[in-house]
């Protein structure tokens, strides 16, 4: 069972558009974990949210953690190439200590 | 800062050939992981370690073995190499097992079984 519904599954967009990505669920999570992935490397976390309604921000990288703690975006601003990766969203649902992770977003920014 | 280093990069196993995949930290986190990924199946957890001296089994442990005799070490052993286990493979691990204890990943190990 996919807890973590990402979409969408894939985007290509232009260089300086903007872009929100998402990460659904059913189920209540204390925690969502963000993280990207470079081709050939490992994924690096960006951001945690943990209370509801919480908003980050990570220079043009707005994140979002629903009220109800069921869900999380991700907003890119004006892209960049650099941006290009794997987005990657992962939490600890209730009380289990197994982080569940989803399947990701693959971005592409072309120049 | 080193991280988490795995190595080798990249390996071509035989059918039935056994490996270790190696795996070190330098941060002094306690917890560590073994993930597989494959396109469309995501990262799915193969083994973890809370703590030093202790292994459990994650999501899709058959045919891998682990062990965890220092804190900084959990290598990954493939005893009999099927092509089911073509995959990359990484090693991550934290400062703790549990929320707000983030992973930090190694580069990955590109395993192709033929």
């Known amino acids: 069972t996919q807890l973590l519904e990402q979409s969408p599954q894939f985007l290509s967009i232009q260089e300086g558009e903007n872009l929100t990505v998402y990460c659904n669920s059913s189920?209540?999570?204390?925690?969502l974990q963000w993280y990207r992935q470079e081709p050939g490397e490992g994924p690096v976390l960006l951001v945690t949210?943990?209370?509801g309604g919480e908003v980050k921000k990570l220079k043009r990288l707005t994140f979002q953690f629903g009220d109800a703690r069921k869900d999380s975006s991700l907003h890119i601003t004006a892209a960049q190439p650099g941006d290009t990766g794997l987005y990657l969203c992962?939490?600890?649902?209730?009380?289990?200590?197994?982080?569940?992770w989803g399947l990701g977003t693959s971005l592409a920014v072309n120049p | 800062n080193a991280g988490v280093t795995q190595t080798p990069k990249f390996r071509i196993l035989k059918i039935g050939q056994s490996m270790t995949l190696q795996c070190t930290q330098d941060?002094?986190?306690?917890?560590m992981y073994w993930y597989r990924q494959d396109p469309g199946m995501g990262l799915r957890l193969i083994y973890y370690?809370?703590?030093?001296?202790?292994?459990d089994k994650g999501e899709v442990p058959n045919g891998y073995n682990v062990s965890r005799s220092t804190t900084e070490d959990f290598p990954l052993r493939l005893e009999l190499a099927a092509p089911s286990q073509t995959s990359v493979y990484f090693c991550?691990?934290?400062?703790?097992?549990?929320?707000?204890?983030?992973?930090?990943f190694g580069n990955g190990t590109r395993l192709t079984v033929t």
């Open positions: 991550a691990s934290s400062y703790r097992a549990g929320e707000n204890s983030p992973l930090h």
């Open positions: 992962a939490g600890h649902a209730g009380n289990n200590r197994k982080l569940i």
């Open positions: 189920s209540v999570f204390s925690s």
């Open positions: 370690s809370a703590s030093e001296g202790t292994t």
């Open positions: 949210v943990v209370t």
């Open positions: 941060m002094n986190h306690n917890s």
